[in-house]
Nanobody, 120 residues
């Protein structure tokens, strides 16, 4: 079993910053991609940013230049630095990981979500 535990959400004023963290633990052989997604009520979950095990990244157009994803492979942890936050960034943010639990078994896991609220 693998657990993803997120932290760092909260309430911030527009223009402010927050840093989200997500630590993976449990039965992990290795982790491929890790990413952050977000969801608002009535909408589908959308990709915010993704990072490969080698450090390649991609971002949603709406966050390019403002958000930075990074990871510490030794700690099985992924981060999302969010700067210049806007009210439209308000959402529940979820961490996701593509995990090899053993060499031949690959599963996707999600965190429980952390609320980010940006006030205008």
């Amino acid at each position: 079993q693998v657990q993803l535990v997120e932290s760092g959400g909260g309430l911030v004023q527009a223009g402010g910053s927050l840093r989200l963290s997500c630590a993976a633990s449990g039965s992990i052989f290795s982790i491929n991609d890790m990413g952050w997604y977000r969801q608002t009520p009535g909408n589908e979950r959308e990709l915010v940013a993704r990072i490969t095990s080698g450090g390649s990244t991609n971002y949603a157009d709406s966050v390019k230049g403002r958000f930075t994803i990074s990871r510490d492979n030794a700690k099985n942890t992924v981060y999302l630095q969010m700067n210049s936050l806007k009210p439209e960034d308000t959402a529940v943010y979820y961490c996701a990981a593509d995990v090899l639990v053993v060499r031949t078994l690959r599963l996707n896991y999600w965190g429980q979500g952390t609320q980010v609220t940006v006030s205008s």
